[in-house]
């Protein structure tokens, strides 16, 4: 059985990071057309505040991806842009974990106990 190599790591990790990068710029970029499509020719209206739009909720973002709405789309790319750092920590600790660096999987877990309870214990509106 060959010994897992630090290289490897590194390129899965670099492999995680760049097909996350390109997959959200993709994803925006769809979003874009299709928000430009249906909406290229609207005049905002600045004097009236309309309150948080749906595309900003989990609710609305799902809802609007499976009903093609380009704002919805634009961002899911951009929740897909945040998470692939955070995603990369993740694969970081595996990679830690598969070559016995007990230490540094401790301290990654850690960093990523750290991200997700600041994500989950935000004051979000």
Same mark, same amino acid.
């Given at each position: 059985?060959?010994?897992?190599?630090?290289?490897?790591?590194?390129?899965?990790?670099?492999?995680?990071?760049?097909?996350?990068?390109?997959?959200?710029?993709?994803?925006?970029?769809?979003?874009?057309?299709?928000?430009?499509?249906?909406?290229?020719?609207?005049?905002?209206?600045?004097?009236?505040?309309?309150?948080?739009?749906?595309?900003?909720?989990?609710? @609305? !973002? $799902?809802?609007? %991806?499976? &009903?093609?709405?380009? =704002?919805?789309?634009?961002?899911? @790319? !951009? $929740?897909?842009? %945040?998470? &692939?750092?955070?995603? =990369?920590?993740?694969?970081?600790?595996?990679?830690?974990?598969?070559?016995?660096?007990?230490?540094?999987?401790?301290?990654?877990?850690?960093?990523?106990?750290?991200?997700?309870?600041?994500?989950?214990?935000?004051?979000?509106?």
């Amino acid at each position: 059985m060959n010994k897992l190599k630090d290289t490897d790591i590194q390129a899965v990790i670099g492999w995680v990071l760049r097909t996350g990068v390109m997959l959200s710029v993709g994803i925006v970029f769809l979003g874009g057309a299709i928000y430009l499509y249906r909406h290229g020719h609207d005049v905002t209206d600045y004097r009236t505040f309309k309150g948080i739009p749906a595309y900003v909720q989990l609710n @609305g !973002i $799902i809802n609007g %991806i499976l &009903t093609f709405r380009g =704002r919805s789309i634009i961002q899911c @790319g !951009i $929740i897909l842009l %945040i998470a &692939t750092p955070i995603i =990369r920590v993740a694969f970081s600790a595996v990679g830690f974990a598969l070559e016995k660096d007990y230490l540094y999987t401790g301290i990654t877990l850690l960093v990523l106990l750290i991200i997700l309870a600041s994500m989950l214990g935000g004051h979000a509106g």
